[in-house]
């Protein structure tokens, strides 16, 4: 016990990055992903082939080559979006490859709002801006929030993969102690810090659903 707690300032340290990772992530991808479902089911038929092949790529690939295609392979091209920075790419390759899984989930719930709804609301004289925002996006929301719960818990462990460009966070912390110290008790650690952040996530979006459903 004594050990844990002479290493877990030192893990904690690499937190910020995690949670910051996330909150990135999530605050931009999300929003993102609404506007690539709407493109998705668009009339407009270029919109829905970009859009489709955005995702398809996007999901089809994994989000640690994307980061490494990001930060290696544009500047080895001459396209260096960020400078030197590393974090900005890690930044940069979660919220496109995220957006693309949110992409699709609310894709499924536009396209699970029944049509009537859509049609009346153009007899009422809604714009399709109007409808998209005040009717079809709030339905979406309530009916794929569970899906939406189990990408943002993905995205909470899939955070660990910014070690992999260096960067300094409670994962690659816990590898170095481990190295030095040979033991495995750095991994446990972390374990258990991932464990108490998905439960604390778990829990928020339990009182989200129920306050959703409630109010339906």
Same mark, same amino acid.
């Given at each position: 016990m004594s050990y844990i707690l002479q290493i877990l300032p030192?893990?904690?340290?690499?937190?910020?990055?995690?949670?910051?990772?996330?909150?990135?992530?999530?605050?931009?991808?999300?929003?993102? %992903?609404?506007?690539?479902?709407?493109?998705?089911?668009s009339k407009i038929?270029?919109?829905?082939?970009?859009?489709?092949?955005? #995702?398809w790529v996007l999901r089809g690939t994994p989000l640690?080559?994307?980061?490494?295609l990001i930060f290696f392979g544009?500047?080895?091209? %001459? +396209?260096?979006?960020?400078?030197?920075?590393?974090?900005?790419? +890690?930044?940069?390759?979660?919220?496109?490859?995220?957006?693309?899984?949110?992409?699709?989930?609310f894709r499924s719930g536009i396209q699970s709002v029944?049509? %009537?709804?859509?049609?009346?609301?153009?007899?009422?004289?809604?714009?399709?801006a109007q409808i998209n925002l005040k009717i079809v996006m709030p339905q979406v929301i309530k009916r794929t929030l569970p899906s939406i719960g189990n990408e943002i818990i993905t995205l909470?462990?899939? #955070?660990?993969?910014?070690?992999?460009?260096?960067?300094?966070?409670i994962f690659k912390i816990a590898k170095s102690i481990s190295t030095r110290d040979v033991t495995l008790t750095p991994y446990i650690v972390v374990g258990v810090i991932y464990l108490i952040l998905t439960a604390v996530? #778990?829990?928020?979006?339990?009182?989200?659903?129920?306050?959703?459903?409630y109010e339906e």
């Open positions: 030192q893990i904690l340290e690499g937190l910020g990055v995690t949670l910051g990772t996330f909150a990135v992530t999530l605050v931009i991808s999300i929003p993102i %992903g609404g506007l690539i479902a709407l493109c998705r089911v038929r270029i919109l829905r082939w970009i859009s489709g092949f955005y #995702t640690l080559l994307q980061m490494f544009l500047p080895a091209v %001459g +396209v260096r979006l960020f400078g030197r920075t590393r974090l900005p790419y +890690v930044f940069f390759a979660f919220i496109i490859n995220y957006a693309a899984y949110f992409a699709e989930i029944e049509k %009537g709804q859509i049609e009346a609301a153009k007899l009422l004289g809604f714009k399709s909470i462990k899939d #955070t660990s993969l910014v070690y992999a460009l260096g960067i300094t966070e996530i #778990t829990k928020l979006l339990n009182r989200a659903e129920k306050k959703v459903y």
